[in-house]
């Protein structure tokens, strides 16, 4: 499968549950080749981060200057769970909106676990998905700017 079909997929839905004030930017590496695996579970796993990303920018949506960007590179020698992949499969989702709360950061990926008061905690969602595929997600956040970073390697 094609990652990039995934991200535009997630694009065009995220894109028109939010039609104003979230620009949601790509920055592809054509170079990236095919993946194995689930598509479907793939696009769950991403429009989980994405939706939540852009429910997070509500009050940046309201002022039109919330902001998404998918990006995708390939790494070379990464390490997950222990076993070397020569080529990975990098792919950030970063937004610019208040971050995810400290005190809940660490537990993201536990069920129902969600910064906001109707949030679903959908990050345990994305995370068994990632795994199935044996790759791995992590985040960074601060103020400003969160980053989710799912590794998945390219060959089985």
Do not use: W
Not at 69 to 79: D, F, G, P
Not at 127 to 147: A, N, W
């Amino acid at each position: 499968m094609n990652i990039h079909e995934v991200c535009e997929r997630v694009r065009a839905v995220i894109l028109a549950e939010f039609p104003r004030g979230l620009t949601l930017d790509h920055d592809y590496d054509v170079s990236v080749p095919d993946l194995r695996g689930d598509k479907e579970q793939l696009i769950q796993a991403l429009l989980n981060i994405v939706r939540n990303a852009a429910e997070a920018l509500d009050e940046r949506i309201s002022q039109g200057d919330a902001r998404i960007e998918l990006r995708t590179r390939i790494a070379r020698k990464v390490t997950i769970g222990k076993r070397l992949h020569k080529l990975a499969l990098d792919l950030h989702i970063t937004d610019n909106g208040p971050g995810i709360l400290e005190e809940i950061r660490n537990r993201i990926f536990y069920p129902l676990v969600s910064g906001r008061e109707d949030g679903s905690g959908l990050g345990l969602l994305a995370q068994t998905f990632v795994q199935q595929h044996d790759g791995l997600i992590e985040v960074e956040s601060k103020p400003g700017c969160t980053e989710f970073t799912i590794l998945l390697p390219f060959e089985g």
